[in-house]
């Protein structure tokens, strides 16, 4: 069975500065798409960035991008550039190609201080 | 992206009736959606995987004649709870995988139960 696991409940980071949040998982599925979303107090789930197993390149959208490490099974989000606006809870995502079903993590909330 | 809505956002209804919550997929035709269950502070449990056409699919642990779920249409799901209880309240999120090429679900802004 598939897991994964964000080892940081909190974290907090200085506005304009960069903040790196945790995920690690484990699966012995060979194909599969890994995803960060974003929960600020709205509580509407948002896509932040999302990264093919197949492909060796980090995604990057913007602030935000991710060092992905296939055999070590990581899987963290890079936030530069820190605003006001990232305060929210982030979930790591993960599915099997094939399944569209979702494992998520436990969440890290990550407070921006002005 | 995809749209999802939810309705009703936020219901409070009396221990022992029953709720429905709508979740409609407004510019695509959904086969498959997902209905989760997210605790105060806690990630998002999936609950089951609504077909279009068909039964739905339940997660182990998951009450399927508590949780009724409905996939009449391409762009409707609908579960209801019945005979809510205190512990039944939660918050209810529905997704669609327009996403399909991508694996990216699309949530809908989720409904808050109350019972009391």
């Known amino acids: 069975a598939q897991t994964v696991t964000q080892s940081q409940p909190e974290m907090s980071v200085q506005e304009a500065e960069t903040v790196t949040l945790s995920c690690t998982y484990d699966t012995s599925e060979n194909n599969y798409y890994l995803f960060w979303y974003k929960q600020p107090p709205s509580r509407q789930m948002i896509l932040v960035i999302r990264q093919e197993a197949y492909k060796q390149q980090n995604a990057t959208e913007n602030r935000f991008s991710v060092n992905f490490q296939k055999a070590a099974k990581s899987f963290s989000l890079k936030i530069s550039d820190s605003q006001l606006g990232d305060t929210a809870m982030y979930f790591c995502?993960?599915?099997?190609?094939?399944?569209?079903?979702?494992?998520f993590g436990t969440g890290t909330r990550l407070k921006v201080l002005a | 992206g995809a749209v999802v809505s939810q309705h009703p956002s936020w219901v409070i209804c009396k221990s022992g009736t029953s709720v429905k919550i709508e979740c409609r997929s407004l510019?695509?035709?959904?086969?498959?959606m997902f209905w989760y269950r997210q605790f105060p502070k806690q990630s998002l449990m999936l609950m089951a995987t609504?077909?279009?056409?068909?039964?739905?699919?339940?997660e182990q642990g998951v009450e399927k004649d508590k949780f009724l779920i409905n996939h009449a249409s391409l762009t409707l799901s609908t579960l209801t709870v019945t005979s809510a209880h205190p512990e039944d309240s939660s918050f209810y999120i529905c997704?669609?995988?327009?996403?399909?090429?991508?694996?990216?679900?699309?949530f809908g802004p989720g409904t808050r139960l109350t019972v009391t």
């Open positions: 510019d695509f035709q959904a086969t498959t």
């Open positions: 609504s077909n279009e056409g068909s039964k739905a699919t339940y």
């Open positions: 997704s669609d995988t327009a996403g399909l090429s991508s694996y990216e679900q699309y």
């Open positions: 995502a993960f599915t099997a190609s094939g399944t569209y079903k979702y494992i």
